[in-house]
């Protein structure tokens, strides 16, 4: 029996006038009901109740992972028998790409795919369109595009005992579907070829694989066994064997994204050359300050190093201008505002004293070796490791 609630305990205080209103407004199509309750007073159980009343395909949404997951817990233990599902962002690290045009560098995409949980929204996915008695705890994950469901189930390889099925094409239909041939390592999304026997590891499984048996063009035998010690558990007149891949589509929807793909990038590239081509004709004549503000960079670099920007992938081959400069010999200071700055500084120590002079090194563009003497006083030692910063004389008013 599908949602079948097994409990020791029964609604109580205001729980069976909650199930009968909520299950009231699902019935009459009502677009939203909310439910209040204190931590602690049943909500779950309240609404694992109008599941089992209503015996509907239930989809319950968290805001984060650890709810979801305490949920999930919950509610299969209230149906043991159903299908309760578990789907949530497989990443464990997720780092989008990124561009730093600073030092022209570019930063691939990278992620850790937790495989447990990839498994289990396979699951999920597998469950929505084989049972009927399906609850799914999810976070906000499941909001975002899996591809259609029409792809997914349109590339469904069904098998049934002494179908015709050349074993040649049902290999290719395997590869097609984004599964991997792997004789050795047997595992998830994999499948391996012994002669005229094929097994298949579906994505969704965990302790269960599929075997297929050809005589030469006619599968003749179905079978459901354990993929660690080879064991049949269970012989079968069908079976189905869905994706590897939740982003898989047809070779023909292929086609016609590649031919997408490739319009829109011609057209990207027409309307940036064309703009490109304006702003430079524009910046040839006497433009305004809006035009140059696009090429600031260019703009602002030194005519003698921006002849190496070719090196560089077409940026100057310069620092940015800053604010405010200030040189380790003379302590220049320049600002926009018109208030004058201290002229104090921190204590100067050795550790900052010897920041200064790596920093000087590397400013000047050859090492220097700065020399501060073999002075026994630490005043002395501070100076000379140390440019001058102090406060020129106050002009005398007398």
């Known amino acids: 029996m599908p949602f079948d609630l097994?409990?020791?305990?029964?609604?109580?205080?205001?729980?069976?006038?909650?199930?009968?209103?909520?299950a009231a407004g699902l019935r009459r199509g009502d677009p939203a009901q909310v439910l209040l309750g204190v931590t602690g007073s049943g909500k779950t159980f309240t609404v694992a109740n109008v599941v089992a009343d209503l015996k509907r395909a239930t989809l319950v949404i968290a805001h984060n992972k650890t709810l979801a997951a305490q949920l999930y817990g919950e509610f299969k233990a209230l149906f043991p028998a159903a299908a309760v599902h578990y789907f949530v962002s497989y990443y464990d690290y997720y780092q989008p790409?990124?561009?730093?045009?600073?030092?022209d560098t570019y930063i691939e995409k990278d992620s850790s795919i937790n495989d447990g949980i990839d498994r289990m929204r396979h699951a999920a996915t597998h469950a929505l369109l084989t049972r009927n008695d399906v609850l799914i705890v999810a976070s906000v994950s499941c909001i975002y595009g899996l591809g259609t469901a029409e792809a997914y189930y349109g590339l469904l390889q069904q098998l049934e005992k002494g179908q015709e099925f050349p074993r040649d094409r049902f290999l290719r239909s395997l590869i097609d579907i984004q599964y991997e041939r792997n004789d050795l390592d047997f595992h998830r999304g994999t499948f391996r070829v012994r002669g005229d026997t094929v097994e298949v590891f579906p994505p969704y499984e965990e302790e269960r694989a599929i075997?297929?048996?050809?005589?030469?063009?006619?599968?003749?035998?179905?079978?459901?066994?354990?993929?660690?010690r080879g064991v049949a558990l269970a012989e079968l007149d069908k079976a189905a064997i869905f994706p590897n891949s939740h982003y898989v589509s047809a070779p023909e929807t292929r086609k016609k994204a590649i031919a997408g793909i490739r319009d829109e990038l011609q057209v990207r590239l027409q309307q940036l050359t064309g703009r490109t081509s304006w702003w430079r004709r524009s910046g040839s004549s006497s433009a305004p300050?809006?035009?140059?503000?696009?090429?600031?960079?260019?703009?602002?670099?030194?005519?003698?190093?921006?002849?190496?920007?070719?090196?560089?992938?077409?940026?100057?081959?310069?620092?940015?201008?800053?604010?405010?400069?200030?040189?380790?010999?003379?302590?220049?200071?320049?600002s926009t505002s018109r208030t004058r700055p201290s002229a104090r500084s921190a204590p100067c120590t050795r550790a900052t004293a010897r920041a200064r002079r790596r920093w000087w090194s590397s400013a000047s563009g050859?090492?220097?070796r700065w020399t501060t003497g073999r002075s026994s006083s630490r005043s002395s030692r501070r100076c000379a490791a140390r440019p001058s910063t102090s406060r020129p004389p106050r002009p005398s008013t007398s």
Do not use: H, K, N
Request: aromatic share 10%; glycine share 6%; net charge positive.
């Open 6 to 22: 097994q409990s020791d305990f029964l609604p109580t205080g205001d729980q069976p006038r909650a199930i009968a209103e909520l």
């Open 211 to 228: 075997r297929i048996e050809f005589f030469g063009d006619v599968v003749e035998r179905l079978q459901e066994f354990d993929p660690l």
């Open 97 to 103: 790409e990124a561009y730093v045009p600073s030092s």
């Open 366 to 368: 050859s090492p220097r």
């Open 289 to 334: 300050a809006s035009t140059w503000r696009c090429w600031s960079r260019w703009a602002s670099a030194p005519a003698s190093r921006t002849t190496r920007a070719g090196s560089r992938g077409g940026r100057p081959a310069t620092r940015r201008p800053a604010c405010s400069t200030t040189s380790p010999t003379t302590s220049s200071w320049s």
